[in-house]
């Protein structure tokens, strides 16, 4: 099992910037990607960005050049897997509830773990 624990949600005007941050605890060397996907009200989910193993980042089309993603690495010496969100020059339509997601593979088989999501309101 792993749980994610996020923090760093809120409320910011336009134009200014918000910091997200997800700890991952439990089974550190399974996780391969984390990223961010975010819902606003009456909305599917979507990806807003997210980071493989290997560093390759992907980015949701809407966020391009205003958002960055960082990860940390498990090791032997500290267990910790933790991804980061780094939100620029923020506008009205990023308001919505942003999700960190794990992806493990084990044995072969992937799985999808999610935190509870943060709120982000951005207004005008």
């Known amino acids: 099992q792993v749980q994610l624990a996020e923090s760093g949600g809120g409320l910011a005007q336009a134009g200014r910037s918000l910091r997200l941050s997800c700890v991952a605890s439990?089974?550190?060397?399974?996780?391969?990607?984390m990223g961010w996907y975010r819902q606003a009200p009456g909305k599917q989910r979507e990806l807003v960005a997210d980071v493989n193993q290997s560093g390759t980042t992907n980015y949701g089309a809407s966020v391009k050049g205003r958002f960055t993603i960082s990860r940390d690495y498990a090791s032997r010496t500290d267990t910790k897997n933790a991804v980061y969100l780094q939100m620029d020059s923020l506008k009205p339509e990023d308001t919505a509830v942003y999700f960190c997601?794990?992806?493990?593979?084990?044995?072969?088989?992937?799985?999808?773990?999610w935190g509870q999501g943060t709120q982000v309101t951005v207004s005008s």
């Open positions: 439990g089974m550190p060397f399974s996780i391969t990607s």
């Open positions: 997601n794990a992806h493990l593979l084990v044995r072969g088989q992937g799985y999808d773990f």
